[in-house]
């Protein structure tokens, strides 16, 4: 059968199926970012293991080049080697870095980026960005360029800058995203004095501060978190050199974890039961709708039951918003998202995305600039055989195909192809546990 990763149509037609199977969960995106940067910066050879490739990683590996860092992919082994290489001075006295559509990336080699003499003598920096990448909110930044004399220029799908980063106070918003306040933590220690930086407005997404102390920490690195409202980073540290091996990812888990609450019989294996990952939260919230989850040793069971709608946070679980828009559709009575405002800046603008691909589908959905409502049919769905928009976000298109997997009639997806940019396998494990997901030419 086709494998639909390496496909370049954009459309794929998902028919309803009881699926059973284990899924191996593939490498958190979220740590294989903080390992590859953590790793680039000591400056020695490093082996990252249990590697998954995606657009957004590839991204990241690119970053690394102008730090004086080369990558190579052993796809077979699900290896990166990382070692030092000269950074290549650019004729023009400028480095690019080619972002693709990462925020991540983006957001965390900015300042790393700043630090002097990190990108060799150059004199500029320009960040490149496609898709709505330069669209989503920088203001945290910019407001930082501002008050520490960096000069920058904002154009079109570029950011350039000109200046060096240096050891001081900081204040930044927390209330955006968290990969603000990650950025600085990888970079202010590098420079020669102490820095705090003190978080306005609190912090969302807590567990991926705590996942960025944590890969810190493992490459020697010593941040003090006081309660997420300030963090006190001394300067003139060293990055150790060192492996690192990444954790399977509870954000790709939570697609199936959906799925099998709503049927059953599937397995998610490669869980570290003690991770810090944010997106571990799909599983109290499964609970809190009425499903239960079955631990052997890294492998969870998420048993099938009647499930009730909820109200729920997701100011700390952002991209796990699509598919509970999907769970609730499923549950009985009405689920509302609340706290949702940061899902209008993300690949697209999920709160309307989702709202107007699951009325395709029948279902009763409103939404306010922070929440979507959603008025669940149970698991009784009767949708007609329709087509939907995968408005080039791969956590859409992963959601509305679980919603198609539930459904009642065939759903052909246009713009699949975006789950390239974090889980290419996706439809390939769908198929592996009984999907039934066809390439349209």
């Not at 930086?197 to 978190?225: H, R």
């Amino acid at each position: 059968m086709e494998n639909i990763k390496n496909n370049t149509a954009d459309k794929v037609s998902i028919k309803p199926q009881m699926l059973k199977g284990t899924v191996s969960v593939p490498a958190s995106k979220s740590a294989l970012h903080r390992g590859i940067i953590a790793a680039a910066l000591s400056g020695g050879k490093c082996t990252i293991k249990n590697v998954s490739m995606s657009q957004d990683i590839e991204a990241t590996l690119r970053g690394i080049k102008a730090f004086g860092c080369k990558s190579a992919h052993d796809s077979k082994a699900r290896t990166l080697t990382l070692s030092p290489q000269r950074t290549a001075k650019s004729s023009n006295n400028v480095t690019e870095i080619d972002c693709g559509e990462s925020g991540s990336t983006l957001r965390f080699l900015i300042p790393i980026a700043l630090v002097p003499n990190m990108c060799g003598d150059v004199k500029r920096i320009r960040f490149i960005g496609h898709g709505r990448l330069m669209q989503r909110p920088l203001k945290p930044y910019i407001d930082m360029f501002d008050s520490h004399g960096i000069s920058y220029k904002k154009s079109g799908d570029t950011l350039e800058l000109y200046g060096t980063l240096k050891s001081g106070a900081y204040e930044i918003e927390g209330n955006v995203s968290s990969q603000f306040i990650t950025g600085l933590l990888f970079a202010l220690p590098l420079l020669d004095g102490d820095s705090e930086i003190t978080v306005l407005n609190g912090a969302e997404s807590k567990g991926y501060i705590d996942m960025t102390i944590n890969a810190l920490k493992q490459f020697g690195i010593e941040i003090e978190n006081r309660n997420y409202i300030k963090y006190i980073i001394r300067g003139n540290q060293k990055y150790k050199t060192q492996n690192f091996i990444a954790e399977a990812d509870y954000s790709q888990a939570a697609f199936f974890a959906v799925l099998s609450a709503l049927r059953g019989g599937i397995r998610l294996a490669n869980l570290r039961r003690d991770s810090l990952q944010g997106d571990k939260a799909i599983f109290p919230i499964l609970a809190s709708f009425g499903s239960q989850t079955r631990w052997t040793e890294d492998t969870a069971e998420i048993l099938p039951a009647h499930l009730t709608g909820q109200r729920i946070d997701v100011s700390n679980c952002p991209d796990l918003a699509p598919i509970l828009s999907v769970l609730g559709l499923y549950s009985e009575g009405t689920t509302v998202l609340c706290n949702a405002a940061r899902l209008r800046d993300k690949e697209s603008d999920r709160i309307e995305a989702m709202e107007t691909e699951l009325r395709k589908l029948g279902a009763q959905v409103e939404s306010t600039r922070d929440s979507l409502t959603i008025h669940g049919w149970g698991n009784r769905p009767a949708f007609r055989e329709t087509e939907v928009s995968g408005r080039n976000d791969h956590r859409v298109v992963m959601s509305l195909a679980i919603a198609a997997t539930l459904g009642s009639a065939p759903v052909v997806i246009d713009g699949a192809e975006a789950i390239a940019k974090s889980y290419p396998d996706f439809f390939n494990d769908l198929r592996r546990i009984g999907g039934r997901a066809e390439v349209l030419s």
